[in-house]
């Protein structure tokens, strides 16, 4: 008898255990999933600011998938803080996603385009400037080196015949953040600048800057990337369902901007306003909007002639293999299931 007591109670405390093991997995399998979401207070962002403002990638997710957006002013900062784990989706330029891409040896792969263009060539307002070849002895600004109106420029200079002081050429390009560009450019301490939209705008408006090449002049006539969207590959493969359910709010939005651009246009202003302090004045919001193309396409060529422009400057070393470097899967999905054409 008192061996059935015994062997009773243990039982019944194994079975105790057991069910609170399940109650705790199960527990854990209900928590909340938390998505953060890198972008820059930019245009050339216009589905990450909208999404943002008005819920639809929460929407999206449900309330059990949280989202934590996460701002950033560079490239290479969204780069380190995606390697740290401290973002699972971003909104970044070609350049530091392939240097990306190749330093983590595939940890990131880009899902999807956000924005095309969106880059004009101008001079100070002193110098009329109507060739490349004028660009001789001059002193050209970009907002990064190595970043998408860098290769940009280094690729104008190369069909002319030109090159970089520093590889013994005679154009000195130089590096500065837009805003220091724009003082730059006004107090003649620099000739010309290579800057994305809505710099370009502000220059012509606000410092009376002379376009030397608008947006379909820099490169490709306008069909070459300005921002993707990448992922952390093991986020993608982890949460291929949370990356679809993004995807397909990206492909909407991107769709709703090109429907309704007036009321795209208020609402990106309004955020640019939110996280720097300062809207856009109309004019230049509507000249920015009206020379970059929103879209889901992410100009896989453009994106490999960039990666050799990147190896040709010495931005990465060697040649970079790419093969993994697109994971457009999901958003093909995505496109079939909206009756939109797949990306190739």
Request: charged fraction near 25%; aromatic fraction near 6%.
């Amino acid at each position: 008898m008192k061996i059935t007591k015994l062997t009773s109670s243990l039982f019944l405390a194994i079975a105790l255990v057991v069910v609170l093991a399940g109650c705790a997995g199960r527990n854990t399998a209900n928590e909340p999933t938390k998505v953060r979401v890198a972008y820059f207070p930019n245009i050339t962002h216009a589905q990450a600011l909208i999404g943002r403002a008005e819920g639809q990638f929460q929407q999206a997710l449900g309330e059990g998938t949280p989202i934590e957006w996460k701002t950033f002013n560079a490239g290479p900062a969204e780069i380190e803080a995606l390697f740290a784990g401290e973002v699972d989706i971003g909104y970044i330029g070609p350049g530091p996603a392939i240097n990306g891409y190749v330093k983590s040896k595939g940890d990131l792969q880009i899902i999807a385009g956000a924005t095309d263009a969106g880059a004009i060539l101008v001079s100070r307002k002193d110098l009329v400037i109507k060739n490349i070849s004028e660009l001789s002895g001059k002193r050209v600004a970009v907002p990064q080196f190595g970043n998408t109106q860098d290769l940009s420029l280094r690729h104008l200079l190369q069909e002319n015949g030109l090159a970089d002081t520093t590889k013994g050429g005679t154009v000195e390009i130089r590096q500065a953040e837009n805003p220091d560009i724009k003082i730059l450019l006004e107090k003649g301490d620099i000739d010309a600048a290579i800057v994305p939209e809505p710099w370009g705008s502000r220059l012509i408006s606000e410092v009376g800057a002379n376009v030397v090449l608008d947006y379909n002049q820099v490169w490709r006539d306008g069909r070459y990337t300005t921002a993707v969207v990448i992922a952390r590959t093991e986020f993608i493969q982890k949460h291929p369902d949370i990356v679809e359910k993004f995807l397909q709010t990206h492909v909407e939005l991107t769709e709703a901007i090109k429907q309704h651009p007036d009321k795209a246009k208020e609402t990106v202003n309004q955020q640019i306003k939110e996280l720097t302090g300062k809207a856009l004045a109309k004019n230049v919001l509507d000249s920015a909007f009206s020379r970059l193309t929103v879209t889901s396409n992410p100009e896989k060529d453009s994106v490999v002639d960039f990666a050799k422009l990147s190896a040709e400057a010495g931005f990465v070393k060697g040649t970079p293999d790419l093969k993994d470097l697109f994971n457009l899967t999901i958003l093909n999905k995505v496109l079939s299931e909206k009756g939109l054409p797949p990306i190739q």
